[in-house]
């Protein structure tokens, strides 16, 4: 598929596709209002070229999106889909806000729109979340993710009491870089410690060394009392990087290290020792560049060692949160590595052997809009990305009772990576599933 821009998004709507989003149950009961309606219908006219943008969209949101910005979006739509036919779905969060499917003539595009309660309501959020043709299929999505420039792969996996059925794939079994997936591992040691009962979830922990954003807990006072499922919860649903630091260091390095080898990651040599993120950001430093050459050529063994040595180095280092500067850095050798298969095995051994407490860690950040998970009973999602990086994995359970892992992951060393792009794919992949 041709690449579509991602409007700006203002005001009510949260600003990255995979943020938390209201669950679908509580929007059951919502009704639209009519002026909400209204404007949805005058947005069709403005995607088909016609209307008056001014008097739709409200003032935060046209100093955001100037119209020939908007202007632009909209011919790449209709070059791509043709003709706006109509809002063919309309997911409710509240009255004034929800997620629409617009229809055209050769695609279908979900969209979130917010709308002032106020009067005159005018439009003061709009996003546009994905695209996808008119009769899909896994055919088309596979020939789409070949076309991606760099590394990608992807999976959807049937999950059952056998272990994994490929039911569509791509590099499969092809490690690559994870960025903040490799969370899951943690996620899994928490799990295994509370099911044996060295741990419970209400256990109170004390916030650790703080790491850089994303996330909360950085902010926090030094040592902040929380709880074991508090950290977990803010690791995995808004991938909090000093949560999972200070998770990582009290289950201990060496077991979550074991985790990853129970689960049946295929090539643990490539991610072990498993790195906190502090110190991952510390190996990327160009201060350690020499540090940063040992640990791509080492083993296993010695980069502990490497690590345990250098300690004091470590924490001296600075960082500079604008060190990546939107490039690709090390990606190839400073990261947490597994394949499209690995990270279904990953979330089949949470499903399998987490409990519930584990399960719904996982679901508070479905990881895609309320439109396509309420296709299904059970959405849990873990994401990860950084310049040159993304990757986005899915466990589902669709109405009929069948669990499924729709894992994908996109890399390239020498160029940034399109987040909407990788989004528009995998949304598009767990539409497929839904079906």
């Given at each position: 598929m041709p690449k579509l821009m991602a409007l700006s998004l203002v005001a009510l709507i949260a600003a990255q596709p995979a943020s938390a989003q209201p669950a679908p149950a509580a929007t059951t009961s919502i009704t639209p209002a009519p002026t909400f309606k209204a404007r949805l219908d005058q947005l069709v006219t403005l995607l088909n070229g016609s209307g008056d943008y001014d008097e739709l969209f409200a003032p935060v949101f046209r100093e955001a999106v100037p119209q020939a910005k908007f202007d632009a979006i909209v011919a790449q739509l209709k070059a791509q889909g043709g003709a706006a036919t109509g809002i063919e779905n309309i997911t409710p969060d509240t009255a004034w806000q929800a997620t629409i499917t617009v229809g055209y003539e050769k695609i279908v595009a979900t969209m979130l729109v917010a709308v002032d309660p106020a009067d005159p309501h005018q439009i003061t959020g709009l996003r546009i979340t994905g695209a996808e043709p008119r009769d899909d299929s896994l055919a088309r999505l596979e020939t789409d993710f070949g076309k991606l420039h760099g590394s990608a792969g992807f999976g959807i996996y049937r999950l059952g009491d056998s272990g994994l059925t490929p039911i569509a794939e791509i590099n499969g079994e092809a490690a690559a870089p994870l960025g903040s997936a490799f969370k899951l591992w943690i996620l899994a040691e928490a799990s295994r410690d509370v099911q044996k009962g060295t741990r419970h979830w209400d256990d109170?922990?004390?916030?650790?060394?703080?790491?850089?954003?994303?996330?909360?807990?950085?902010?926090?006072?030094?040592?902040?009392?929380?709880?074991?499922?508090?950290?977990?919860?803010?690791?995995?649903?808004?991938?909090?990087?000093?949560?999972?630091?200070?998770?990582?260091?009290?289950?201990?390095?060496?077991?979550?290290?074991?985790?990853?080898?129970?689960?049946?990651?295929?090539?643990?040599?490539?991610?072990?020792?498993?790195?906190?993120?502090?110190?991952?950001?510390?190996?990327?430093?160009?201060?350690?560049?020499?540090?940063?050459?040992?640990?791509?050529?080492?083993?296993?063994?010695a980069r502990a060692k490497l690590l345990d040595d250098n300690a004091a180095a470590f924490a001296a280092t600075p960082v500079d949160p604008h060190m990546f500067d939107g490039k690709p850095l090390a990606i190839d050798t400073i990261e947490w590595f597994a394949s499209p298969r690995d990270m279904a095995r990953t979330l089949d051994w949470l499903r399998r052997h987490g409990d519930d407490t584990t399960r719904a860690i996982l679901a508070v950040n479905p990881g895609t809009a309320p439109a396509i998970a309420g296709r299904f009973d059970y959405v849990g999602f873990k994401g990860g990305s950084e310049p040159g990086v993304i990757t986005l994995n899915f466990l589902v359970r669709t109405t009929a009772g069948q669990w499924l892992a729709v894992t994908g992951n996109w890399h390239d060393a020498g160029a940034a990576v399109s987040e909407f792009d990788f989004v528009t794919l995998m949304n598009r992949a767990l539409t497929l599933v839904a079906h």
């Amino acid at each position: 598929m041709p690449k579509l821009m991602a409007l700006s998004l203002v005001a009510l709507i949260a600003a990255q596709p995979a943020s938390a989003q209201p669950a679908p149950a509580a929007t059951t009961s919502i009704t639209p209002a009519p002026t909400f309606k209204a404007r949805l219908d005058q947005l069709v006219t403005l995607l088909n070229g016609s209307g008056d943008y001014d008097e739709l969209f409200a003032p935060v949101f046209r100093e955001a999106v100037p119209q020939a910005k908007f202007d632009a979006i909209v011919a790449q739509l209709k070059a791509q889909g043709g003709a706006a036919t109509g809002i063919e779905n309309i997911t409710p969060d509240t009255a004034w806000q929800a997620t629409i499917t617009v229809g055209y003539e050769k695609i279908v595009a979900t969209m979130l729109v917010a709308v002032d309660p106020a009067d005159p309501h005018q439009i003061t959020g709009l996003r546009i979340t994905g695209a996808e043709p008119r009769d899909d299929s896994l055919a088309r999505l596979e020939t789409d993710f070949g076309k991606l420039h760099g590394s990608a792969g992807f999976g959807i996996y049937r999950l059952g009491d056998s272990g994994l059925t490929p039911i569509a794939e791509i590099n499969g079994e092809a490690a690559a870089p994870l960025g903040s997936a490799f969370k899951l591992w943690i996620l899994a040691e928490a799990s295994r410690d509370v099911q044996k009962g060295t741990r419970h979830w209400d256990d109170v922990l004390r916030v650790g060394r703080k790491s850089l954003p994303g996330g909360v807990l950085q902010t926090w006072p030094d040592h902040a009392p929380v709880t074991l499922q508090t950290l977990a919860t803010q690791m995995i649903s808004i991938s909090d990087n000093t949560a999972t630091d200070t998770l990582l260091t009290t289950l201990g390095r060496d077991k979550v290290g074991t985790m990853v080898k129970t689960i049946g990651v295929a090539d643990p040599a490539r991610t072990l020792p498993v790195l906190t993120t502090m110190q991952a950001f510390e190996l990327k430093s160009p201060a350690n560049a020499a540090l940063a050459a040992a640990w791509a050529k080492e083993a296993p063994a010695a980069r502990a060692k490497l690590l345990d040595d250098n300690a004091a180095a470590f924490a001296a280092t600075p960082v500079d949160p604008h060190m990546f500067d939107g490039k690709p850095l090390a990606i190839d050798t400073i990261e947490w590595f597994a394949s499209p298969r690995d990270m279904a095995r990953t979330l089949d051994w949470l499903r399998r052997h987490g409990d519930d407490t584990t399960r719904a860690i996982l679901a508070v950040n479905p990881g895609t809009a309320p439109a396509i998970a309420g296709r299904f009973d059970y959405v849990g999602f873990k994401g990860g990305s950084e310049p040159g990086v993304i990757t986005l994995n899915f466990l589902v359970r669709t109405t009929a009772g069948q669990w499924l892992a729709v894992t994908g992951n996109w890399h390239d060393a020498g160029a940034a990576v399109s987040e909407f792009d990788f989004v528009t794919l995998m949304n598009r992949a767990l539409t497929l599933v839904a079906h």
